[in-house]
């Protein structure tokens, strides 16, 4: 079972990151996705309330047209701002309004309206902003997942989160598929217990590929392969580093996909 001192450690190296992030002038969405972490593990980050420095940070970053800089960084911000309830409700109406103006013509959506529509784009949505994602989305979603699984190539962190838009209260829940996709998790893990894009992948597991698939297998209820958990989450807590973070391109997307994953199936974990 992951122990207090890696949450401790996880914990205070993203606040640490969230302290330095808004002074350098970093990108809004690792802020509120860092935020939202943190959130989610019970605690009262620096910047929660109004006038402090992160939620103002994000809210001065909101666009004119209800936007950030694109659908991804939109979706962590709102996830963030959704925490503090109605507090937010002006800036959180505007940003669900732009969602739905560059929804594509399938009901999904991409990174911003030009782009393909993309499975983890808007399998957040559905994580994030339940409210703006509708039933043509969630069927995208698990038409566009199936045809992938018969592919010659799949991504592991799309089937995570194809996962993770079942609890959707509008998703069609299909048993075969939602099954078919555990045991493809089952089978790409690799033989260090975390997870790859794919399995041989030449960078080996990551962080955020093994906190998407622990985020993603948590909304799958009683039926989460419980030693494949417990793997990912010893090979997690073996490679973290010092400061509490993880080697990854960004030291922090990396932290906090991994603590929003373990945070997501430990309780789930406990039940069984």
């Known amino acids: 079972m992951t122990s207090l001192d890696f949450f401790i450690k996880t914990i205070v190296g993203l606040s640490r990151f969230l302290d330095s992030a808004i002074e350098l002038n970093l990108e809004p969405i ?18 929660t309330f109004p006038g402090d420095n992160l939620t103002s940070y994000l809210i ?18 709102l996830g963030y701002l959704a925490a503090f309830g109605e507090r937010y409700e002006n800036q959180s109406d505007s940003g669900k309004k732009w969602l739905a103006s560059v ?48 592919s010659p190539t799949q991504l592991t962190y799309k089937g995570a989160f194809f996962l993770l838009a079942q609890v959707h209260r509008q998703a069609s829940f299909n048993k075969e598929l939602v099954n078919h996709t555990i045991n493809y998790l089952n089978d790409e893990q ?15 597991s990551d962080p955020w590929s093994t906190g998407a698939v622990l985020w993603g297998l948590s909304r799958v209820g009683e039926v989460i392969p419980r030693h494949t958990v417990e793997r990912a989450l010893s090979w997690l807590e073996s490679r973290q580093l010092p400061n509490g973070l993880w080697p990854y391109h960004y030291l922090d997307d990396g932290a906090a996909m991994a603590l929003i994953g373990v945070l997501s199936i430990l309780p789930l974990l406990s039940e069984q």
């Open 190 to 204: 690799a033989e260090d217990g975390g997870f790859e894009p794919w399995k041989g992948h030449p960078a080996g």
């Open 30 to 47: 690792r802020l509120a996705r860092a935020g939202y972490a943190l959130l989610a593990s019970g605690c009262s980050v620096k910047g």
């Open 103 to 150: 929804r594509l013509p399938c009901g999904a959506w991409g990174k911003n309206e030009r782009d393909q529509p993309r499975i983890p784009v808007t399998a957040l949505a559905a994580a994030l902003v339940p409210e703006v994602v509708n039933t043509s989305a969630l069927k995208w979603l698990a038409s566009q997942w199936e045809a992938d699984l018969a």
């Open 60 to 77: 001065a970053a909101q666009r004119k047209d209800g936007g950030w800089a694109d659908v991804e960084e939109t979706l962590w911000c």
